[in-house]
């Protein structure tokens, strides 16, 4: 290994200790910010345990866990049986659009009690609260994903 991929990999390790320090599995953070930090344009799942030192096992979940996400992809490899995986285009975006469904999910719990406590409870007040906030955040978050891929594809084609 290059001292050029020690440090990429040194990188690697400090993100993953971010996003697991902010809440994110372990294993997961090691696994995406090997497949963000990598020079390869894929890596397979052995390329991972041997880079991560890890069981098969591990990767498996996690790579399970960042194909759902929508923030890695599995690619075809010609002449290869295994799998091969990659840092999808607009990972990012990607990744954050998918909030949206929890966003949905937290205006409808909302949107279910003030139907029981009324709008003039304190329950219903926070209520009230919490409906409005991911209504704006809904309206306001899709069209700026959609504009981010639109200006990221006009620069970068």
Known sequence: MDQNDAELRDAAEKLALSLTASGMQ?????VMTALLYTQQE?????????QLQISSGA??????????IGIIERVPAPGSRREHYRFRNHAWA??????????DVLEQAASDGLRTAGHDSPAGRRLHE???F????????TPLFDKWREQYDAEHS
């Open 26 to 30: 372990r294993t997961m953070a090691r």
């Open 42 to 50: 894929t890596m397979t799942a052995g390329d991972l345990c041997e």
């Open 59 to 68: 990767v498996s979940g996690a790579v399970k866990q960042l194909v759902q």
């Open 94 to 103: 990607t990744m954050m659009g998918n909030q949206n469904a929890v966003i």
């Open 130 to 132: 919490m409906q409005d």
């Open 134 to 141: 991911h209504a704006f955040m809904q309206r306001e978050l």
